[in-house]
């Protein structure tokens, strides 16, 4: 974990020194979710899956999908608690309950712990999460009603990502099984684009956390200290963990997919929130301090959760 707070201290600094400013960050924010993201998308998928390993493991998805949905409800339930802060604030709130980090710290942590495969199932349960955060997630940051005018997130650019990904991986095994072969020219311009998303969706975890950091250069203490933050804390790192850890456990899956589902529900509020808040006009310096309070707590609160789970 201290690779991404070191990434964030160095956005932190950046801003600091005015080498970047607010309306950068903006601009910044839209350049991950539309170009780093997708490639990061389109490259772990496509390199960790064929047709048989997604149905094999559809209940990672599916999985993903109610782990933000537990956190939605309970931030639905308790977001009554905020009445007297700006609507911004109070949609960010329910936003952050919902919005943990379901991919990048998790898959840094598991590949230490488990190895490629427990990788690859975080990698596939992107989809479900995906679909949550571009649907329900939006229309709760923006407060729009869901409606078939609001289903126009899907047609995000992560969306669009996830379903060029999938089709890749459909037309590669299509091709196998038809024994049919690229020509040399246009396997190698395959190749290479394969090459390019790789290294542009490396971009995406450095991108999201100098985000985070450059946001946090405008807070003080007395930003952090406060009740919302407190309560935004015990909700993402102990009671929506508590709910989620106690439904997987009575999933009938193999051992691995519920210490990685267990490993996902125990994560902080995604530093790629912060972005999202900026892109969508919510509270980004709620959502920035909320962020950096929970990676400060969960140095703690991860390893009390997996001693008491593995």
Wanted: hydrophobic share 55%; aromatic share 8%; proline share 4%.
């Amino acid at each position: 974990m201290l690779p991404l707070l070191l990434m964030a201290l160095a956005g932190y600094a950046l801003n600091r020194l005015k080498v970047i400013d607010k309306s950068f960050i903006q601009q910044l924010s839209r350049i991950l979710i539309n170009a780093f993201y997708p490639c990061l998308i389109i490259h772990l998928m496509v390199s960790n899956f064929t047709p048989a390993s997604l149905l094999e493991y559809w209940v990672m998805p599916v999985a993903l999908v109610f782990i933000l949905c537990a956190g939605w409800v309970l931030g639905l339930l308790t977001r009554g608690f905020l009445k007297n802060r700006a609507e911004e604030t109070k949609r960010c709130y329910h936003f952050t309950c919902m919005m943990n980090n379901y991919s990048f710290l998790p898959i840094m942590m598991a590949a230490s712990m488990w190895g490629d495969k427990a990788v690859a199932l975080i990698v596939f349960s992107v989809l479900g999460s995906e679909l949550a955060i571009w649907t329900l997630g939006i229309k709760t940051l923006t407060g729009e009603k869901l409606s078939s005018k609001s289903l126009k997130n899907l047609l995000s650019m992560p969306m669009v990502a996830l379903a060029a990904a999938l089709l890749i991986i459909l037309a590669r095994a299509l091709l196998a099984r038809q024994e049919i072969t690229l020509s040399e020219n246009t396997g190698e311009i395959m190749a290479k684009l394969m090459e390019t998303c790789k290294l542009l969706g490396g971009a995406t975890i450095p991108v999201a956390a100098i985000i985070c950091g450059s946001r946090m250069a405008s807070l003080n203490a007395s930003h952090i200290f406060t009740p919302l933050i407190l309560g935004s804390c015990l909700m993402r790192l102990v009671v929506i963990p508590a709910l989620c850890v106690a439904v997987i456990w009575c999933l009938p899956v193999e051992p691995l997919v519920r210490q990685v589902l267990w490993l996902i529900a125990i994560q902080p509020v995604a530093m790629s929130s912060v972005a999202l808040a900026e892109a969508f006009h919510g509270d980004a310096e709620y959502a920035a301090v909320a962020t950096f309070a929970t990676h400060i707590l969960c140095l703690l609160t991860i390893p009390l959760w997996l001693a008491l789970l593995t």
